[in-house]
Nanobody, 123 residues
């Protein structure tokens, strides 16, 4: 059974940085993707980054201005989301999610989800 366990999050001042972690277990195949999503109060969940673990390809929307970086550890079991120059509008619950094969921004096609982590950015 696939499990995703998140760590990180918290209260950060604007301009600061934060790193979120997503530890994945239970995969019996290597070609899967880990996506990071966030959901602010009253808004839809949106994708902010994704990595396809089989080849390490990453995807980050241009609209995020290069402040979001996705990476993985050497064991390829933990995926990180680094957020720099945090802004108050980054305040949201951040989730990691997993699916087979390729990355996607469509939340409905991700079967497995982490528990979520609150990120609050103060101005």
């Amino acid at each position: 059974e696939v499990h995703l366990v998140q760590s990180g999050g918290g209260l950060v001042q604007a301009g600061g940085s934060l790193r979120l972690s997503c530890a994945a277990s239970g995969f019996t195949w290597r070609d899967y993707a880990i996506g990071w999503f966030r959901q602010a109060p009253g808004k839809e969940r949106e994708g902010v980054s994704c990595m396809r673990l089989s080849d390490g390809r990453t995807y980050v929307p241009d609209s995020l201005g290069g402040r979001f970086t996705i990476s993985r550890d050497s064991a390829e079991t933990t995926v990180f989301l680094q957020i720099d120059n945090l802004k108050p509008e980054d305040t949201a619950v951040y989730y990691c999610a997993a699916k087979a094969s390729y990355c996607s921004n469509l939340t409905r096609i991700y079967p497995w989800w982490g528990q979520g982590a609150q990120v609050t950015v103060s101005s």
